[in-house]
């Protein structure tokens, strides 16, 4: 085999590059070699998460559903082989390995000092090794069952799930992750086989690699492991969410010293060639409402109100888009009420120009220090791969954007008619 296109992407402003293969297997190659650096961080990613519960081909007459939770048990499952585990051939290497799902993406990953070549052969041949029967998927069954009801007395984990189903009633983002006890149990080894072999087609993946490597060698394994792939026309179903929320408030108590809170506002998703400037401008948006420098944070802090875990984020993915404030607070009602002042009195007054260059500045600041880590460059590189973006798209966007753009974004965002509030509260006694 070998290379269908190599491209060197290059971003003038910072004098930085990386290169972009597509490989004859199908699957695209982020390479960002960081020779000053000891070790090296690769990531091989699918474009596939939790939230990918309806989807079909064009090979299916119609949508095929599967069970929740099949996204985060198929990243489990690839681990074992019918010889050694991943874990324990990466003991060989000495590598550092782990994995992920998200509500968009599953993740497999090692960082290593030394025997690089060794340890990407592993990632490259266990992901693209399936190995499924019922006796293993039936013991995962019970394992990962344990996980999700650990999970359902983690109150960080409740307070943002409980948001999440509080805002939306058809999307699957309100869905665990994990799945339920009662969906897990109806996962099958043919189940398995077949959201492997639609999600994990190579036209659907990313290997992304930053760090003290050689690219040549990178493509020599590639050439060595991967077969070419099927080229595939990959369809979710569309979810119908209505604009509002499906209620404005979810209280639970567990044992928490405090109470905890999620604060969210649902808003249209964003997506398309303005997708980077708008996820830009939402961020620095959220900083000058809520950032640490904010006003409202000040007043917050020094009532007692929040401490240093308050923080928010712009949580977006397919068909999704919602700002999440967070914290601990002994009045989360109290910070739910200045919130909203804050931001009616942001939205009837507008931004001012020195609050917008300084946080501007300083969000293109926090892009720029990312690319000084391996770990921070390859999972940019393969995250905003899968937007549709390149490495540097983020942070020219925040070098752009102006004041009027993000006043008039502010006016179309943070409806209290589509806002929620998700609040953990202490166990009595």
Not at 47 to 63: A, L, P, R, V, W
Not at 346 to 351: C, D, R, Y
Not at 366 to 386: H, K, P, T
Request: proline share 4%; with cysteine; glycine share 6%.
């Amino acid at each position: 085999m070998g290379i269908q296109s190599r491209e060197i992407i290059r971003n003038q402003r910072l004098g930085e590059q990386y290169l972009k293969i597509k490989h004859d297997s199908g699957l695209n190659l982020l390479l960002c070699p960081m020779p000053d650096y000891a070790g090296a961080y690769a990531l091989f990613g699918t474009n596939y998460g939790s939230i990918d519960t309806c989807f079909k081909t064009q090979h299916d007459e119609d949508f095929v559903e599967v069970p929740a939770g099949i996204a985060h048990y198929l990243e489990h499952k690839l681990f074992e082989s019918e010889d050694l585990d991943a874990f324990a051939r990466y003991a060989k290497t000495g590598a550092s390995a782990n994995a992920y799902t998200s509500f968009n993406r599953t993740c497999y990953l090692f960082s290593c000092a030394g025997d690089f070549s060794g340890s990407l052969e592993i990632l490259l041949d266990f992901v693209t090794s399936p190995y499924f029967t019922e006796e293993t998927v039936a013991k995962e069954q019970g394992i990962i069952g344990q996980e999700i009801r650990m999970y359902d007395d983690d109150p960080n984990w409740q307070v943002f799930f409980n948001l999440l189903r509080c805002m939306y009633q058809n999307h699957p983002v309100n869905i665990d992750i994990a799945g339920t006890v009662e969906s897990i149990a109806q996962i099958t080894p043919e189940l398995l086989y077949r959201c492997y072999n639609t999600f994990y087609n190579l036209n659907n993946m990313v290997l992304s690699i930053a760090g003290n490597f050689d690219p040549e060698e990178v493509i020599r394994l590639c050439d060595k492991i991967l077969k070419p792939a099927e080229k595939i026309q990959l369809e979710s179903q569309p979810v119908v969410e209505p604009e509002g929320v499906v209620e404005k408030r979810c209280e639970v108590s567990l044992p928490v010293s405090m109470p905890l809170f999620h604060i969210g506002f649902k808003e249209k998703d964003i997506d398309g060639p303005g997708l980077a400037k708008d996820f830009v401008l939402r961020n620095i948006l959220l900083e000058i409402i809520a950032g640490e420098a904010s006003e409202l944070y000040s007043r917050l802090y020094d009532a007692g109100l929040i401490n240093a875990q308050f923080g928010a984020e712009v949580l977006t993915m397919r068909q999704l888009c919602a700002y999440v404030f967070e914290g601990e607070s002994k009045d989360p009602d109290e910070v739910y009420r200045q919130l909203l002042e804050e931001i009616a009195r942001f939205k009837q007054n507008g931004v001012d120009e020195a609050s917008f260059e300084r946080v501007r500045k300083a969000v293109y600041g926090r892009y720029v220090r990312s690319f000084e880590s391996i770990e921070g460059v390859a999972s940019a590189m393969l995250a905003n791969s899968f937007d549709g973006l390149t490495l540097y798209d983020l942070s020219d966007a925040t070098a752009a954007v102006t004041l009027e753009e993000l006043n008039a974004v502010l006016k179309t965002q943070f409806a209290p008619e589509r806002a929620a509030i998700s609040i953990v509260n202490p166990v009595e006694g």
